[in-house]
C-alpha cells in the first residue's frame, strides 16, 4: 500500500507564495503521474498540475505562469510552487499519485488534502 504525506498549507496574503511537498511511502516500483488537485468549498475537484516520469508538466489555465510543479525521483516526492497566489487559489490541495507497487500492482493514491488560504 503506498501512501501520501502532504505538507506546506497555510494562510498567506495575496501576492504570496508558498511550496506544498507530497512524499510517498511504501513498494513502489514505479510511478508514472504525480498530480495536483484542489477543491474549494461548493466548487468539484480539478487538476491543477500533472508531472510524467520523463518530467513533462501540463498545468490549469488558472494556474500557467504562476504556479510550478517538479518532483524528485529519489525521493518519491512531488512538490507545487506556487506563486503570485490569489484569494482564488484559496481550496484544499491534494496530491494524487499512479504508478505501479508491489509485484506490480497498479496504485493510485490520493493525500490527505492540506488547506491553501489566500487573504489579506
Known amino acids: 500500500q503506498v501512501q501520501l504525506v502532504e505538507s506546506g498549507g497555510g494562510l498567506v496574503q495575496p501576492g504570496g507564495s508558498l511550496r506544498l511537498s507530497c512524499a510517498a511511502s511504501?513498494?513502489?516500483?514505479?510511478?508514472?503521474?504525480m498530480d495536483w488537485y484542489r477543491q474549494a468549498p461548493g466548487k468539484q475537484r480539478e487538476l491543477v498540475a500533472r508531472?510524467?516520469?520523463?518530467?513533462?508538466?501540463n498545468y490549469a489555465d488558472s494556474v500557467k505562469g504562476r504556479f510550478t510543479i517538479s518532483r524528485d525521483n529519489a525521493k518519491n516526492t512531488v512538490y507545487l510552487q506556487m506563486n503570485s497566489l490569489k484569494p482564488e487559489d484559496t481550496a484544499v490541495y491534494y496530491c494524487?499519485?499512479?504508478?505501479?507497487?508491489?509485484?506490480?500492482?497498479?496504485?493510485?493514491?490520493w493525500g490527505q488534502g492540506t488547506q491553501v488560504t489566500v487573504s489579506s
Open positions: 494524487n499519485v499512479l504508478g505501479t507497487g508491489v509485484v506490480g500492482t497498479p496504485f493510485d493514491s
Open positions: 511504501g513498494i513502489i516500483l514505479s510511478i508514472n503521474f
Open positions: 508531472i510524467t516520469s520523463g518530467g513533462s508538466t
